[in-house]
């Protein structure tokens, strides 16, 4: 099967170019102060300048505030904006850009699933595993993007199990905190689609 592949956390041109060079077909930039990850918008417009027409760039945000969004916005369009999904009810993001809403284990889950989510664990960036069993029922609904977790060493297990849409990893692939790490982002990329390779979906 196909499989969407996203980095994130991407605040580097090393890193940026290692996810690149791997194969990955989104990269994210995260705009929370709290995280070891965050970028000014400026500074993620730079790095998105670098990327090919292949790959996509996506906000990554937490509760954000509007300002914040259009502090973002201002210094770059985003292919991809990625929130909680009750963030979205109170932000005005361009139509043009696609959303993903993230829904987490411990989170109560509408009836009616968006077209593309991504699920993980109960906090973002904490490399918390999210509930695969449930994942894999989510899955079999709707465009799941499966984060929370995942790293070179069990992602094969992941997209097996699961058979998600697309993987995300951030912590798994970094030697200290937002520090990514250009071996592991290859061997993560490698795992994911060696075992996507002998899926059918």
């Known amino acids: 099967m196909s499989l969407l592949v996203k980095i994130c956390g991407i ?4 890193a940026l170019d290692a996810a690149v060079e791997a194969g990955a077909d989104a990269v994210g930039f995260v705009f929370h102060p709290a995280s070891p990850r965050n970028v000014a918008p400026a500074d993620a417009a730079r790095l998105a300048a670098r990327l090919p ?7 990554v945000t937490l509760h954000p505030s509007q300002q914040r ?26 139509d043009a850009v696609e959303r ?10 509408p009836a009616a699933l968006p077209p593309r989510m991504l699920f993980e664990g109960a906090r973002s960036g904490a490399g918390e595993i999210a509930d695969w069993g449930q994942a894999a029922a989510l899955a079999r609904r709707t465009e799941l993007i499966l984060g929370g977790g995942l790293a070179p ?3 094969a297990s992941a997209v097996t199990t699961v058979r998600p849409f697309g993987v995300d990893v951030s912590t798994g ?17 490698n795992a994911a689609r060696e075992a996507a390779a002998g899926v059918q979906r």
Not at 11 to 14: K, M, R, V, W
Not at 53 to 59: I, L
Not at 173 to 185: S, T, Y
């Open 11 to 14: 605040s580097c041109p090393e």
């Open 53 to 59: 027409p292949t790959v996509r760039s996506v906000a």
């Open 69 to 94: 969004v259009d502090d973002v916005l201002a210094a770059f369009v985003p292919a991809v904006w990625q929130t909680d999904a009750d963030d979205f009810a109170a932000l005005a993001v361009p």
């Open 100 to 109: 993903w809403p993230v829904y987490r284990a411990a989170a109560r889950l």
């Open 153 to 155: 060493g069990n992602v």
């Open 173 to 189: 692939v970094e030697f200290a905190p937002g520090r990514k790490d250009a071996a592991r982002i290859r061997e993560f990329v």
